[in-house]
């Protein structure tokens, strides 16, 4: 499998951990030095792996339970031997995000290093 393929099934993996609030799917994503960083309404917040974890499981109803259609658009992507980033665009929580995923390879797999996000809409 290509490495585009690759960090193409974890963006898949990181928008299904949204859509159905599934915490144990973040963890198993994201680098276990992740951070997550961004702004909301123009407050800036700042999470650990763990916290983020933490917010996607506790977001409940999940949109998958609540009916919402799963969707996002990918913007850009960068992706070179063992590093890449990628730009994607999604509803979640009742806004729309564009987040910034920066992937490292380690041991063969991908995974989300950091993400860095705004609100678009």
Sequence with gaps: MSNRNEILEV?????????????????DIFHEDSKITGHIKGKLLRQSKEDWAKFVENYQPSPKQKGEERSFDIHLMDIGIETAVVKVKSPYIGMIFMDTLSFIKEEGQWFIYNKIFETVE
């Excluded at 963006?11 to 963890?27: A, F, N, P, Q």
């Design 11 to 27: 963006v898949e993996k990181y928008i299904e951990s949204t859509h159905s609030s599934d915490g144990k799917l973040v963890r």
